[in-house]
């Protein structure tokens, strides 16, 4: 065992040992304790001067949590007249739901997020803390509003418009994260959102790379998508829907006559998968609403086809996906085989109303997953 191995073992026994006390049992000077301490805090294993050890364990989801409300509507829409629907309230955010989902499934998750000093982000943060995420790394700006999502659903529960009011997440600075970063450094893997802002993004992708933490993206939305760098290096896994693949092929590297074609006539979801996976991202997950989702990737290529569902509602299934991808691979499978966990998790999530089923836990994957492959 190394020195540094031997103080962090001495601090796991008991988090109040003193730095004399690590000194004599070691046989080393006070001062070389110190200074084994300050390289343990530096590499973030050690959070602080209570010597609260870190969770290697821990999912970090850094990104939105919104309050989520969902007008079901009962007839077929028509515009520019009042139309009759089923409202729903619930806890959203793509980071959010991910971390709710994953929490769900038996998985040590943390979340950083922003919250406003209104009824709402206390609301959302006590929800979440309830199912299980760890949030008291969230931050409450004073003054500001709570991310909001205001969905109007057609009758079969798929979106027909959208409004996102989460003009708070423009104050996820880059020091923000800095300031959080000894919480992040020691997570098992991280997964974030594109409701931060651009030069956030850039700065969480630089330093995951650097310290080799596995990173994965989600792009939220086509438009929020173009806030990504242009070189991906550094992100280990993408998943976006068809829309925001689209966009994130449509860089200005790769415009020319057989892109748009390729594009706007006839998508070919196997190549926008290259041309992403040509900015640097290890895995590309194209998730393609009821038919499935295309896996483009380091371990080959392979559509998968979604397990037939009752749908409730749509909103929530891509992170749904993602977090059945992270439980996957977190529980020693290999990208193909955890896409399986990935399409049973969004077939639970679509049979709620709830943006993250309530009833999605280890048991009931394996059951779906099982029954997916008896081909009930
Ligand atoms: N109607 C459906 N029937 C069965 N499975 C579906 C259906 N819609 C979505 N899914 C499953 O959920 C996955 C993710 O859905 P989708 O492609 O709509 O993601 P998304 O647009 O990112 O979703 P959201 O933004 O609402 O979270 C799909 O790959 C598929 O497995
Ligand atoms: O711009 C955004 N739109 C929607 C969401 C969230 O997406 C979820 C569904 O995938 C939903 O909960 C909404 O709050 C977000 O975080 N940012």
């Known amino acids: 065992m190394d020195r540094e191995q031997q103080i962090l073992a001495l601090i796991r026994q008991n988090p109040f040992i003193s730095q004399n006390e690590m000194a004599g049992l070691i046989g080393i000077s006070r001062s070389a304790v110190a200074g084994y301490i300050a390289s343990l805090t530096k590499k973030g294993t050690i959070r602080g001067r209570a010597y609260v050890t ?96 205001t969905a109007l659903l057609d009758t079969s529960g798929e979106m027909f418009l959208a409004f996102a009011n989460m003009d708070i997440y423009d104050k996820f600075s880059p020091a923000m994260l800095r300031d959080k970063w000894s919480h992040i450094a020691s997570a098992k893997l991280v997964i974030a959102d594109t409701n931060l802002p651009s030069d956030t993004l850039e700065e969480l992708i630089r330093r995951c790379q650097e310290e080799n933490i596995p990173l994965f993206i989600d792009p939220v939305s086509s438009e929020k998508s173009k806030k990504l760098p242009t070189d991906l290096t550094g992100v280990t896994a993408i998943f976006p829907n068809l829309e925001e693949a689209v966009q994130l092929a449509h860089t200005p590297l790769t415009m020319n006559q057989d892109v748009i074609d390729m594009f706007y006539v006839e998508p070919d979801h196997s190549k926008i998968a290259g041309i992403i996976r040509e900015r640097g991202v290890k895995h590309v997950f194209i998730t393609l609403g009821s038919q499935g989702v295309l ?63 309530s009833d999605l836990n280890e048991e009931r994957l394996h059951l779906t997953i099982n029954n997916m492959t008896k081909g009930d």
């Open 54 to 149: 870190s969770d290697e364990h821990t999912v970090f989801c850094i990104g939105g949590a919104n309050l989520d409300s969902k007008a079901l509507s009962k007839h077929a829409i028509r515009l520019a007249t009042s139309n009759p629907v089923t409202v729903t309230e619930s806890c959203g955010g793509v980071a959010r739901n991910i971390a709710e989902a994953l929490a769900g499934l038996a998985c040590p998750t943390s979340l950083l997020t922003v919250v406003g000093d209104d009824k709402a982000g206390q609301w959302v943060l006590e929800e979440t803390r309830r199912r299980g995420v760890d949030v008291s790394q969230a931050i409450v700006l004073n003054g500001e509003n709570t991310g909001s999502y």
């Open 295 to 357: 896996y483009v990737g380091e371990e080959g290529q392979q559509f998968f086809p979604s397990i037939p569902t009752q749908v409730i509602e749509v909103t929530g299934a891509g992170d749904a996906f993602l977090a059945g991808i992270v439980y996957g691979v977190t529980h020693d499978h290999t990208y193909l085989t955890a896409c399986e966990y990935g399409l049973a998790a969004a077939h639970i999530t679509l049979q709620t109303s709830e943006s993250t089923s």
